[in-house]
Structure formats: structure tokens, C-alpha cells
């Protein structure tokens, strides 16, 4: 708009001025010269014309060019602040759909936790269970293996009794048969001894008598 004003003031002044030569020409020249003034001045007068013209449209496509870019300037930001908006709608689906993941796999990961601690429980009973079971059946284990060794213990006991026992009776047997044995030798022996004794005296006393009487006969044939 001050271009336009610029132009025109332009054109105004350069019209006054040829006018005003044109005015100095009439003057002092003849009526040729004026005529050739006067067209002088409708060529300036044509020409300023030209000139705002030119101007005018310089100016209004400069104007228009502003407006252009200026539209231009609105759509990109539309186009920016759809873009933003569109990014913005975006992240924020994103955000959510990542809120949702991670609130399914917590989930997920909860239930498989869970699922693992009862595992876990029930393998732990069940292993507590055998380990009881175990335990019992050791303990009856032992206690049949205690019981059978006890019974054993006591029949390898009564048969060691009896063993012994019968040893006992065969060597009292034994000892009674040698003691009588022996009491019958001592016996017999004392028999014999005295059965010798007696033959032994018997015999003294024959061999005393004979003596004697070889004694006596003796004598008898002496005297």
C-alpha cells in the first residue's frame, strides 16, 4: 500500500514538473513547441500511467504473494498442528496399547508365578510326603529287622543254652561214670591190694613156720 502511495506521488510530481515545462515552454516559444510540449507531457503523463500501472500490479502481485504465502503459511500449520495432533493421537495409542501389554504380561507373569509357587508347594508335599513315607517304612523296617534279630538272638541263645546245658549233662554223665569207674578200680585195686596182703602174710607166715621148723629141725639133727 505505501508502494502504491510512493508511485503515485511519483507520477504526481512528474506530471507538475512537465507541466510546469510544458508552461515555461508556452512562453517563450511559438505554438510548434508547445505542441510538442503538450505531447511531451501526455507521453510523461503516459508513462508515469504506465508506471503506476506497473507498480500497482508489481504491487499487488507482491501483495498476493504475501497472501499466498500466508495461506500457505496457515495450511503448514494446519498441516503442522494435524501432524501434531495425528503424531500425538498416535503416542498416545502407543502409550496405551504398551500400558496394556505390560498390564497383560504382569498379568501373565503373576498367574505363572503363582502357578509356580503351587507347583513348587506341591512338589515340596509331595517330597515331605515320601520323605514320611520313607521314614515310616525305615522305621518298621527296623523295627521288623529289631524283632526278627531279637527272636534270632534268642533262639541262637536258647540253642547255645541247651548246647551248653547238654554239654553240661554229658560231662556231669561223664564224671559220674569216671568217678564210679575210678571208685570201682580204687575198689577192686583195694581188693586186689588186700587179697595180696593177705596171700603176703599167709606166705610170711608159712615161710615163718617152715623157718621154724627147719629150725627146730635143725637143732634136732645138731644135738
Do not use: C
Not at 47 to 63: E, G, I, L
Not at 139 to 154: M, S
Amino acid at each position: 500500500m505505501n508502494t502504491i502511495k510512493t508511485a503515485v506521488a511519483i507520477a504526481l510530481v512528474a506530471g507538475t514538473t512537465s507541466a510546469m515545462a510544458a508552461t515555461a515552454a508556452v512562453e517563450t516559444t511559438p505554438a510548434a513547441k508547445v505542441a510538442a510540449a503538450k505531447a511531451q507531457v501526455k507521453t510523461d503523463a503516459a508513462k508515469t500511467s504506465t508506471a503506476v500501472k506497473t507498480t500497482t500490479a508489481a504491487t499487488q502481485a507482491k501483495t498476493a504473494a504475501h497472501t499466498t504465502v500466508a495461506a500457505k503459511d496457515v495450511v503448514v500449520a494446519k498441516a503442522a498442528n494435524a501432524k501434531q495432533a495425528t503424531v500425538a493421537k498416535t503416542v498416545q495409542a502407543k502409550d496405551a496399547a504398551a500400558h496394556k501389554t505390560v498390564a497383560a504380561k504382569d498379568v501373565v507373569v503373576a498367574k505363572a508365578a503363582d502357578a509356580k509357587q503351587a507347583t513348587v508347594a506341591k512338589t515340596v508335599q509331595a517330597k515331605d510326603a515320601v520323605v514320611t513315607k520313607t521314614a515310616q517304612a525305615k522305621k518298621t523296617a527296623v523295627a521288623k529287622t529289631t524283632q526278627a534279630k531279637d527272636v534270632t538272638v534268642e533262639k541262637t541263645v536258647a540253642a547255645k543254652d541247651a548246647v551248653v546245658e547238654k554239654a553240661v549233662e554229658v560231662k556231669d554223665a561223664t564224671v559220674a561214670t569216671t568217678t564210679e569207674a575210678k571208685d570201682a578200680t580204687v575198689e577192686k585195686a583195694t581188693e586186689v591190694k588186700q587179697a595180696v596182703a593177705e596171700k603176703a602174710d599167709a606166705v610170711k607166715t608159712e615161710v615163718k613156720a617152715e623157718k621154724k621148723s627147719f629150725f627146730s629141725w635143725f637143732k634136732k639133727s645138731a644135738a
